[in-house]
């Protein structure tokens, strides 16, 4: 290899020698992308590399290259290499020799979003699959959680600093109590449960353990959420002569309680969004509602707060609230499957 060709792949070699380092005795498993996207192809990550490890459960390793600047030095930024980060994933090793192939599409598809949208992942994150992680399974693992990889961490490469960031399959639950505690300590929670929370597309929730339900309960009371912003599918806000009317889906109630406590009860503001509405709740002294910037902002003291907490209830109806000018009406909630089919209506 010549001098120049070491320089132009400068990243790619900087993330393989430290696949090689953590596995000195292997050669990893490369899937590599025929049609990279800069030529026109669908895949935008040039490869996705797979290793055995023994640690903890047994588990094959993925690791990501591309989301990092591989070859030259592109962006004008010295002190980070491309979007700062590659993806690893660890799965639970069925007995199979050769390591499956839909984790490698799943990493290709996070890549999409972060490459279409420019959002990117970071340590304590969660995002909603919509949807069995591996597709056309029945695993209960419908969303993603991420953190940094604790056997790879950081490192300096000739192109800028990185960090490693595993992919965690969670359940729509877990998924849930993360976003109302910090998520950082939630996966540090579930490592001592999970050996390097590898994912086992078999198993339950950790929120049917009651052990590990305890520790996510005091760490919410004690920390409160470190998600400030949550997604509801619907959602409609309307201000009259001071006073507010909130439409809320029933289905969400729970979710929904659980973070106005943990952000707006803990002194924080909670960003809710819908399809085409939006609105801040923040703590105050002073009841009060107003817009700011075209942005319904509603104001909870302490007595406010746990009243709106308190009609937010599985079921439909309309509830005027005493000690806010706010008028709540929840309305059925469709859930449906991956298909679109509805399979349960909360009325």
Same mark, same amino acid.
């Given at each position: 290899m010549n001098d120049e060709t070491e320089v132009t792949q400068a990243g790619f070699d900087a993330i393989s020698h430290a696949m090689r380092r953590l596995y000195p005795d292997q050669e990893g498993v490369y899937y590599g992308t025929i049609i990279p996207a800069f030529l026109g192809g669908n895949d935008p990550l040039d490869g996705v590399e797979v290793w055995k490890s023994e640690k903890g459960i047994p588990h094959w390793h993925y690791?990501? !290259?591309?989301?990092? #600047?591989? =070859?030259? &030095? #592109?962006?004008?930024?010295?002190? #980070?290499?491309? !979007?700062? =980060?590659?993806?690893? =994933?660890?799965? &639970?090793?069925?007995?199979? #020799?050769?390591?499956?192939a839909w984790p490698v599409s799943l990493l290709q598809n996070l890549a999409r979003y972060v490459f279409s949208s420019g959002n990117v992942f970071g340590p304590g994150h969660h995002m909603d699959a919509n949807g069995p992680i591996a597709l056309e399974t029945d695993t209960r693992l419908t969303a993603l959680g991420f953190r940094t990889d604790p056997e790879l961490g950081e490192m300096d490469t000739p192109n800028g600093h990185m960090a490693f960031l595993q992919v965690v399959g969670l359940t729509e639950d877990e998924m849930n109590a993360m976003m109302c505690w910090n998520g950082g300590k939630f996966l540090t929670a579930l490592e001592k449960q999970i050996p390097l929370c590898v994912t086992d597309l078999s198993r339950v929730s950790m929120m049917e353990d009651p052990g590990f339900r305890a520790v996510w309960q005091e760490g919410m009371e004690r920390d409160g959420s470190s998600t400030g912003f949550l997604y509801m599918d619907e959602l409609g806000i309307r201000l009259e002569n001071g006073r507010a009317a909130l439409r809320l889906g029933a289905g969400h109630n729970q979710t929904l309680v659980r973070m106005l406590r943990a952000r707006v009860g803990k002194g924080r503001s909670l960003f809710l969004q819908g399809s085409s509405h939006a609105v801040l709740f923040r703590p105050g002294e002073q009841a009060g509602v107003s817009e700011e910037d075209g942005m319904p902002v509603l104001t909870l003291p302490a007595d406010a707060l746990e009243e709106l907490c308190a009609v937010l209830q599985p079921h439909a109806g309309i509830y005027p609230l005493v000690a806010f000018p706010l008028t709540v009406e929840l309305v059925p909630t469709r859930i449906t499957d991956q298909n679109g089919n509805v399979t349960k209506v909360i009325q």
């Open positions: 690791v990501t !290259y591309g989301f990092t #600047e591989l =070859f030259e &030095k #592109e962006s004008g930024d010295s002190d #980070e290499s491309g !979007y700062g =980060f590659e993806l690893t =994933f660890r799965l &639970k090793r069925d007995g199979g #020799e050769q390591p499956p």
